[in-house]
């Protein structure tokens, strides 16, 4: 996609995990909570709506592969997905993985307690991991 830019904030909060057929995968750089963001390489996309019909069905089946594998590489209780855009208005999607006694639990996570970076050998560690899992994933959906 020549047009496709990711907006500046998620470039400043977030780390590439890769690309699905439809959706660039970030992780968010808040070792808080293991959180993907996924987001459709379509330019000037702000809402769901505003997809074709095609890539709606396309990032759904995006969202459960991406959770599926968030899921797989780390333990949660709860999967915690949105889009909100009210702060990024570039159409995307959040997949958090939720724990009893995690630093927000059982309230949202914005603005709970300030982002803490990852270490950069864990999130790498973190980031191949989930990179092994989103390959299983989008093998079993075909």
Not at 28 to 36: F, G, I, Q, V
Not at 85 to 114: C, E, F, S, T, Y
Request: charged share 20%.
């Amino acid at each position: 996609m020549p047009d496709f830019t990711l907006h500046p904030q998620l470039v400043a909060d977030t780390v590439e995990v890769g690309d699905l057929a439809l959706c660039r995968v970030l992780l968010s750089n808040d070792a808080n909570y293991p959180w993907l963001i996924l987001v459709p390489r379509r330019p000037d996309i702000v809402e769901l709506i505003d997809l074709t019909a095609v890539d709606r069905a396309a990032l759904s089946a995006e969202i459960d592969a991406a959770a599926r594998a968030l899921k797989a590489t780390v333990p949660c209780e709860k999967l915690n997905v949105a889009a909100l855009g009210n702060m990024v208005p570039q159409l995307h999607v959040h997949i958090i993985a939720r724990r009893h006694g995690d630093p927000a639990w059982p309230k949202p996570v914005w603005g709970a307690v300030p982002a803490i970076a990852y270490n950069p050998a864990v999130r790498d560690g973190f980031v191949t991991a989930l990179q092994r899992a989103l390959d299983v994933a989008a093998i079993k959906e075909l």
